[in-house]
């Protein structure tokens, strides 16, 4: 498919400019540009078929210049995951997830910018082996993110997720370069709403109904717990779940 894809945008450049000379007299250059690009988008989109309605955001931009690290989830490069978008599932598209603007843009070879996709039209998308899900956040939940994508860490009677977080801090000193940090928020969903996990005593207190068992099952795993609260979190609604049965 790419080079037919190839063929096609070649084919049109190859149109345009045998008519520069003819449109330059009553079109700017800028205006001819645009129409040029808008042309070839709308030439390739039609040859992407039924995955073409992914296709359908606005330009993605980024300028990270002088800041150390990178703004996306898990790498700088583009993966291949999955993505269910305005009620259709796509498979094996390449795209990344900007943690720091909680935006997700699609990459392909075949064109010479990224497309950035509707949040609102993004149910959920899987991302290497991390699954995550779009939550509209409301009252009666303490997502202090509010609306955005959240990573699905369990999914049971209880549920648990987490929000991935990047931020630009400064450095201890003023010679230091900016760097992007990753921050990880956990909520846990028992009934109706999501409250938030800052620590193994506040997720211990969302367990009342079995908070003696829970403290003996800490007990038990003290050392997998003492430094991963990710883990802790799962782990814990997996075992209330099972004393619920």
């Known amino acids: ?24 007299s009553y079109l700017s250059d800028s205006a001819f540009y645009r129409q040029a690009v808008d042309h070839a988008v709308g030439l390739y989109v039609n040859s992407l078929g039924e995955n073409s309605h992914l296709y359908n955001g606005s330009e993605y931009i980024f300028s990270s210049h002088g800041i150390k690290g990178s703004p996306f989830f898990f790498s700088d490069q583009p993966l291949i995951g999955s993505i269910n978008y305005d009620g259709t599932a796509y498979e094996n598209v390449h795209f990344s997830y900007d943690v720091v603007q909680d935006r997700i843009f699609l990459t392909e070879k075949g064109m010479g910018f990224n497309i950035q996709l509707i949040n609102e039209k993004i149910a959920s998308f899987t991302l290497e082996g991390h699954r995550f899900i779009h939550i509209h956040a409301d009252s009666s939940n303490d997502l202090s993110f509010g609306d955005g994508f959240y990573d699905l860490l369990y999914a049971g009677p209880s549920t648990a997720i ?3 977080k990047k931020q630009v801090d400064e450095g201890f000193k003023a010679e230091d370069s900016l760097k992007y940090n ?44 003492k430094k991963n609260l990710e883990e802790a979190t799962v782990r814990t609604c997996e075992y209330y779940d099972q004393l619920k049965k």
């Open 1 to 24: 498919m790419r080079q037919r894809i190839g063929r096609l945008i070649c084919l049109f450049y190859s149109l345009v400019f045998s008519h520069v000379c003819i449109g330059q």
């Open 162 to 164: 987490a929000k991935r």
């Open 182 to 225: 990753s921050y990880n928020f956990f909520f846990v969903k028992k009934s109706k709403s999501y409250e938030r996990v800052e620590n193994k005593n506040s997720l211990i207190d969302l367990f009342p109904d079995q908070k003696d068992k829970i403290k003996k099952f800490y007990r038990k795993n003290k050392r997998l717990f």
